[in-house]
């Protein structure tokens, strides 16, 4: 028997539906011993668990678990184990979702250091590396703390329980981004990184020379522009 408010907190810890919960309680009790199929009831805001099972005449029974003083604290070891492996799952499979088209993210630089950038995005905290940041950049002051710019999701990964978002910033989603927010008014319906001429902007409306000026310093790159009307 589980309070079911016990079962509502979790559900708000851990940022999983109750119906999640339980299916992690019940896979925690199924690993904790030599149970058949595991059944769950709701009773005057109480969660029970029954176990069916076939005895040895062959008749089908169906019997109340119940967690005692030796089984609980390993219930509740697999039970936490669960509850984490599903969140981050659950994270990874959101943050994958919202990145199928491949947009750029906008991201504030928090940190710098010898292994590159950490980053506050509004999926989390992510770190860009240094080899998924650009030379040209790198060897300028362009990366500094409070900074706002966009980045691309290159990888999402577990680490130490929790979930890590690996960021770059050569991704041609980028370019677009950044040409889209600062020429918000010249229809801009394509960018791309030339390595070694700049970043080619194609639009219908001539952008400003401040607009073009903003979007090279904040790319780092000369900006040509192709109007197509």
Known sequence: ?????????????????????????????????????????????????????????????????????????????????????????QQIN????????????????????????????NLGYAIAPKNNLLKKELGTKHYQIGKTMYFHIKGIRKKDLKVQIVLDRTHDSIAFAEAQN?????????AERLFGKGVKVYCTKKPTAEQIKALATQMNEKIIIELRR
């Open 94 to 121: 959101q943050i994958k979702g919202q990145n199928q088209a491949h947009q750029a993210i906008s991201g504030q630089i928090v940190e710098v250091n010898g292994v590159g950038l950490k980053v506050k995005t």
């Open 182 to 190: 600062l020429m918000s008014d010249c229809n801009v319906y394509a």
């Open 1 to 89: 028997m589980t309070d079911l408010n016990f079962i509502k907190e979790t559900s708000k810890r851990y940022n999983l539906e109750i119906h999640n919960v339980i299916k992690c309680l019940k896979m925690a009790i199924a690993r904790s011993g030599d149970y058949g199929e595991i059944s769950d009831e709701i009773k005057n805001d109480k969660l029970y668990f029954y176990e069916t099972f076939y005895n040895r005449f062959g008749e089908l029974k169906k019997r109340a678990i119940k967690i005692t003083r030796y089984s609980y604290q390993s219930i509740l070891d697999k039970f936490t184990d669960n509850l984490i492996e599903m969140s981050i799952n």
